[in-house]
């Protein structure tokens, strides 16, 4: 059974940077990619970004283009999200989840997704 364990949530004041890792373990490690997903209070949970383990391919949500960037190291199993230019509405849990990296997984905020991390909360306060 494949672990996740997300990092690097924190409390930051807008404008400020953060970047979360996503670490996996156990096995298989054969996972097609990882994505990373958030969700505020009442809200759903929303799609940001997600990379293929065994490509350059990422693909991003239209809310978080430009301000956020994904990058990995296959060595660590692990894959990092680097946001910038934090605003309060990106205040949420962010979560990682492996699967495929394509679009459906994002608009749908989630769904094919296999395993799925606790999450690691951020704040983002004015």
């Known amino acids: 059974q494949v672990q996740l364990v997300e990092s690097g949530g924190a409390q930051v004041h807008s404008g400020g940077s953060l970047r979360l890792s996503c670490s996996a373990s156990g096995g298989p490690l054969n996972f097609e990619g990882i994505g990373w997903f958030r969700q505020a209070p009442g809200m759903p949970r929303e799609g940001l970004s997600c990379i293929s383990m065994s490509d350059d391919t990422k693909r991003f949500a239209e809310s978080v283009k430009g301000r956020f960037t994904i990058s990995k190291d296959n060595s660590k199993k692990t894959v990092y999200l680097q946001m910038s230019n934090l605003k309060p509405e990106d205040t949420a849990i962010y979560y990682c989840?492996?699967?495929?990296?394509?679009?459906?997984?994002?608009?749908?905020?989630?769904?094919?997704?296999?395993?799925w991390g606790k999450g690691t909360p951020v704040t983002v306060s004015v």
């Open positions: 989840a492996t699967g495929p990296c394509s679009y459906f997984p994002l608009l749908s905020g989630g769904s094919g997704m296999d395993h």
